[in-house]
């Protein structure tokens, strides 16, 4: 089977997305830049021909409808496989699906995976670009490239921005890449939560961050605020108590009202209304919730794009 794809001669990588921190701040604005040029409404035929394959083990609703959307505004072809009612339950490894959907003609695959590192696994063997679309407690580079997108629709620039992280960042991939995204375009990072969701060793994960128990101290004068989701599905093991958490870190109109007047009120979704943000600051003036996840399809279609060699 490994001969089908080239696993040997290992050029991967080209063309894959596999984490925003190994990416320059250069890499990372051209990507924004090509963003900015598509149009999801406009039908394109940049992509006709190529088969995107799209491979979830884990739930999603956002980027698997983003990454399909982008890829079909671009003439790609799309298919689904999800790990429930495929031959992943049968026992089929991560290598031996890939290579299948490789061998089957899928031009790119775009993988969101429960283990960190199975995209870069899934690179290092393949001769076609991976996505990752989310990777365990890893990586979420393109939420990361959508919410700078949507940042820099109402903000000059991210550099010198006073951005506020709350909630459970330790086991957040999309707070990881954020993190690595903001402080390579120069925004001054402050994270909070409690310590079993933010441990100490959090502020060695880049420049420009600083931690903080204090949900008021870490809002005010912030120009971004990220909220979190409470990963319930991660908090096995942890002695967190749900009413603790709602009480010294929930984000609420009072709280929110520390922050700068124009401050954007950013959560990568899903939200759960009642836990990390009451209901009324999900749908406060200063959300752009719902614009991050419209951001999406702009920017997977420049990923795809990339991936698949068709930027000038
Ligand atoms: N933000 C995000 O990754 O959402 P989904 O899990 O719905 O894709």
Redesign the pocket.
């Known amino acids: 089977m490994q001969s089908l794809v080239q696993s040997k001669n290992r050029r991967a990588h080209r063309g894959s997305l596999l984490a925003i921190e190994p990416m320059s701040a250069i890499d990372i604005k051209s990507l924004l830049q090509l963003a900015r040029k598509m149009n999801p409404l406009k039908p394109s035929a940049r992509l006709r021909g190529k088969r995107v394959l799209l491979l979830f083990y884990e ?6 409808t983003s990454f399909e959307i982008a890829a079909q505004a671009l003439g790609a072809s799309t298919t689904l496989v999800l790990s429930s009612g495929s031959s992943v339950e049968k026992g089929e490894s991560l290598l031996d699906t890939a290579y299948t959907l490789r061998a089957v003609g899928s031009d790119a695959i775009v993988v969101r995976h429960p283990h960190s590192g199975a995209p870069q696994l899934m690179a290092d063997h393949l001769d076609i670009p991976v996505i990752n679309a ?1 990777d365990g407690m890893h990586e ?1 580079p393109t ?1 990361a490239l959508l919410d700078a997108y949507t940042i820099l629709e109402h903000k000059k620039k991210i550099a010198g921005l006073e951005v506020t992280v709350v909630g459970d960042i330790y086991h957040s991939r ?1 707070a990881r890449s954020a993190i690595h995204l903001l402080s390579k375009l120069g925004a001054q990072i402050t994270l909070c939560g409690p310590p079993e969701l933010l441990p100490e060793v959090s502020a060695t994960l880049a420049e420009n961050l600083r931690i903080t128990r204090s949900c008021e101290e870490a809002l005010r004068g912030a120009d971004v605020v990220m909220v979190l989701r409470m990963q319930r599905e991660r908090l096995a093991g942890l002695k967190i108590s749900l009413p603790d958490y709602i009480a010294r870190y929930q984000m609420t109109l009072g709280r929110l009202r520390l922050a700068k007047p124009d401050v954007l009120l950013m959560h ?3 939200i759960i209304r009642g836990l990390e943000l009451t209901w009324e600051v999900a749908d406060c003036a200063q959300s752009v919730i719902v614009e991050e996840v419209k951001n999406g399809v702009p920017v997977r279609m420049a990923v795809l794009a990339q991936a698949l060699g068709t930027v000038n």
């Open positions: 739930p999603s609703t956002r980027t698997r989310g979420h939420q999309v990568p979704g899903p």
